[in-house]
């Protein structure tokens, strides 16, 4: 999107009054990297910065949450240190293989997640 809060205000316009919007976004600007590059990202965001873009558009903010922190650190080894644009089969073999358990843990890590869901209201 080259400009967020225009696309949030036409999504605004789109919807009757009492309508919901559901964002997925990337979270963390010092995250972005080659994986990002590669995936046509021309930025990641913060929590504040999406509540900001939301309510500049008319929204108002119901929920802003961080999801998928187990992830992180191998996107920061991938995308980040090694400079990579895809993760190796052997990295996504073992990602499957832990997902279930890692998922009932996620909350304890004590970083933020890759990813943001956020939902505002008309």
Same mark, same amino acid.
């Given at each position: 999107?080259?400009?967020?809060?225009?696309?949030?205000?036409?999504?605004?316009?789109?919807?009757?009054?009492? +309508?919901?919007?559901?964002?997925?976004?990337? @979270? $963390?600007? /010092? *995250? &972005?990297?080659? =994986?990002?590059?590669?995936?046509?990202?021309?930025?990641?965001?913060?929590?504040?910065?999406?509540?900001?873009?939301?309510?500049?558009?008319?929204?108002?903010?119901?929920?802003?949450?961080?999801?998928?922190?187990?992830?992180?650190? +191998?996107?920061?080894?991938?995308?980040?240190? @090694? $400079?990579? /644009? *895809? &993760?190796?089969? =052997?990295?996504?073999?073992?990602?499957?293989?832990?997902?279930?358990?890692?998922?009932?843990?996620?909350?304890?890590?004590?970083?933020?997640?890759?990813?943001?869901?956020?939902?505002?209201?008309?």
């Amino acid at each position: 999107m080259e400009d967020p809060t225009a696309t949030l205000r036409a999504a605004y316009s789109t919807l009757r009054p009492g +309508g919901r919007i559901v964002l997925q976004l990337p @979270l $963390g600007k /010092k *995250r &972005f990297g080659s =994986l990002d590059h590669e995936r046509g990202r021309r930025t990641r965001f913060e929590a504040d910065e999406v509540r900001k873009m939301m309510e500049d558009a008319g929204f108002r903010v119901e929920t802003i949450t961080d999801f998928n922190r187990m992830s992180v650190p +191998g996107w920061l080894l991938n995308g980040k240190l @090694l $400079g990579r /644009k *895809r &993760f190796s089969r =052997l990295q996504l073999k073992v990602l499957d293989t832990v997902l279930p358990l890692m998922r009932r843990i996620e909350g304890i890590w004590p970083w933020k997640g890759l990813s943001l869901i956020a939902t505002g209201v008309k």
